[in-house]
């Protein structure tokens, strides 16, 4: 005899169709209205300090971002009250960015100021991808995601070998350029170089006698060349996997002969003739 | 019996010979024409607004822009004349830019300053592509389209991350900094940071903290690697379509069915069976 | 019965091997001083626009330049006596560059100033390319000038959309930022357009509206996206003809059963297991 | 009969394994240790240059440099007892480099400010890469260096043009600007031409003159387009090393002799014409 559940269990689950699930309407309308949410909220954190804003509206804002934190407070609840194995919630990526996003704001009670770490809401923005859980989009997802993987070890490498060279670089700087263009240590020298290599080029340290402005063409033009590096790193991970992903969706294979290469609308064998797809 | 046409008729014909055509001559030189014009019609709003130049020459500008426009208005009217569906051509993407090309210009009557609008008119230099559909050059920008297009999701899911994490690195840097530096709240600090990731690095605002600039060193790090990211998604989807385009040219051909796509090495065509190459 | 060659036969000939050949020991010898000269004239010019160097060594910049320019006068006129065919060299792209490497000279003689354009024999510095005619390096130069020439009609495209959106999005900066920022005509907003989408980003003028810097991220953002176009299109055309080098070199074909893809070192077809380069 | 060893021996042996091992806990133990004070010492020498903090704690820098700076010697003198062939460590870049490491500190005694030069110790950091010999790791270090290298040739004739354009721009922008606004000689010129090329864009110079910020633009848009140059090549090289690879997994191997890089559908080997797959 099957037991009638409870309300409280009815409730769970109602529940966890609207916040977990991702295909049903409401689950959807409730995913939006909470992406609306952190949207605004990081907004009105943003708001907050633009002084000539805040001034006016103070009061609003603080109210709105206490309405939206309350909100999320209680979606934190029914999130840990309504799934099976609340723990794995609780300690997963997204559940303790979700507590981090409500927690400044109860600080910001003891602590004036703290309710700027709310902020870390916009990570709450990545939510969007799980939204999404589109085949399509999220298999393009993984696929760049498993190149930056794949690339990771090289760009570690690169990047290691870019920031001795930039120590070296930088303290030569602070010999030639002396102290009075703004290379005043050798760590802000190496700023500098930075700054350089990487092609950004504040120009708020800029080199002045001759052979340090002869030095820093030598480091853009180094910097040019060497942007192709972890770029022809990514970009032959990307089409390594590009390339695997088009033969894998294209084989087919010839019960026959056994050759496999044949095109995604082929019928029969290239090489023996035979007809493809017989029992399949 | 075929009834004669009226003179009407003719002149809608002729008319739409040398307006739409790009293969005759008059075709072609009436579309030379009214690239020039568009291009002289740009500089001229271009130059209106450069102070030395407005004040000797006002009254000619306005007047050369005036001609222009009922050059124009005259072209636009005879574009909706002689096509036989006008409702087609009016509300295509060329027939908008065409009409909003015309307006702001008698527009200015009324609202002096509106015919700075006029610089809309750049979108008609669009047309060239129009004009030189020369099969070789079209198939290239249709190839680069489609791969852009192809490699859309993943870009927008790249912009999405990266977008997240100028908020954060904008809000971290707004506490760092203080407001001594220029980043006087999150969204100029925001700001910054999509100014120095994407290494542009105009230098209007700087870290001067030396945690500040260790983070922003970081973050120009990161966007030095990270450039490589969207170069990656296009180089490789521009190379596989490369590729795909390479196959197609050395395809066989099955004398049978006609299909074409047939591998190097095949014997027998995939689609109907039969031998390929019997007599080449 | 052969003639005797005259004397002045006797030195044009030894003359063109020193001078145009580039396998004999005088003719590599004279070609290194060559460039070096070259290298000293272009270094000369230059040194004589800085001032505190002028100013104390005008004297001897001026003859140094004369003596070089005297040398290269007796080079250009051997160059025209000692070839068979003189018309072919005087207005091929060398002998124009050799020419406009020493009118300046002389034309300084009654114009001052004019011997800044000097400069151009910069362009006699492109003669290495010639020097260094190892095939191996020239091939890959010309590797590298074929992909750059295939993939020409994409980058035009390319930048001729890139021009337009710069016209568009520097009015709208124009009217946006209003005259106070350094947007004070449309010329200046679209140069200030160019300046950010190519990721320069000088600083000069930079949006202090906030608007203005909402416009200008995203202007940044999209040339942060764009340049992978460029840098795709001609990473797949050279990669494309790396391919088909890798490609030329390798194969091999079997006489047996007509398999062309064998490896660079295969003795035996891998289909039939015939020996291959039974002829060969 | 076998000589008993020498405690001399047994010292030696125990320390060669120590210091040169990386696969025993005392070998790891040490070469962290040592990591660890190769970084300490740089980071000294870093911090020595600011004046507020030099002024602080001048004292104790200096002493902790000695410090280091004797353990790296003992280190060194061990280095060279400890190894078989004593002269081929010290004339190996890695013995140079730490040869080089010490000497500026005790030449400090006798000439003040020497010991700037101890941050040649920041090259010893690349040891980190001796000690993450793991294949790999190593085995991609060693793919991207014979990808820099096989671009090598195409690379350098690329800056070399790159550098007579920027000779010759830098001519060019020198005459346009005038003397007002930075352009003051050629090389600076050529500085700009270097900045504004390679995206860096300072911002310390720039055009003033309609003429120059037309100038200005062309330089951009050309360096933005032949960025994609070095890219290319680089990415092309990785490209092919990366599909190289990818190959070599899949190969099939002969039981006869041994050949390993099989096409994916060989019957037969191609070098000693025997089957392939006969047990597998």
Request: proline share 2%; net charge positive; hydrophobic share 45%.
């Amino acid at each position: 005899m099957r037991e009638t559940k409870s309300g409280y269990e009815i409730f769970r689950q109602k529940t966890h169709i609207i916040i977990y699930g991702t295909n049903t309407v409401a689950g959807r309308l409730f995913d939006l209205i909470l992406l609306g949410l952190i949207l605004l909220s990081v907004l009105l954190v943003m708001l907050e300090t633009v002084k000539g804003f805040d001034i006016k509206y103070h009061n609003q804002l603080i109210l709105l971002e206490w309405i939206i934190t309350i909100f999320f407070s209680i979606e934190y609840v029914l999130r840990i009250i309504c799934i099976d194995k609340p723990k794995r919630y609780i300690f997963s990526f997204y559940g303790i960015i979700d507590l981090l996003a409500i927690l400044p704001m109860y600080l910001s009670y003891f602590l004036a100021g703290s309710n700027l770490f709310v902020i870390i809401r916009a990570l709450r923005l990545l939510r969007l991808f799980k939204i999404l859980n589109h085949p399509h989009f999220s298999g393009q997802s993984l696929q760049l995601r498993n190149s930056l993987i794949a690339s990771r070890g090289k760009i570690v490498a690169f990047m290691y070998f870019i920031l001795i060279s930039c120590i070296l670089i930088g303290s030569l700087m602070y010999v030639v350029e002396g102290k009075e263009s703004g290379f005043t240590s050798i760590p802000i020298s190496i700023y500098w170089c930075i700054v350089t290599l990487t092609t950004v080029g504040f120009g708020d340290i800029t080199p002045v006698t001759p052979l340090g402005q002869f030095i820093a063409s030598l480091v853009m033009i180094m910097g040019y060349g060497i942007i192709a590096v972890p770029t022809g790193i990514v970009t032959a991970e990307i089409a390594k996997s590009e390339f695997k992903r088009g033969q894998d969706s294209k084989q087919k294979h010839c019960m026959n002969c056994g050759k496999d290469n044949h095109g995604d609308d082929a019928k029969f064998c290239y090489n023996c003739g035979d007809e493809l797809d017989k029992n399949s």
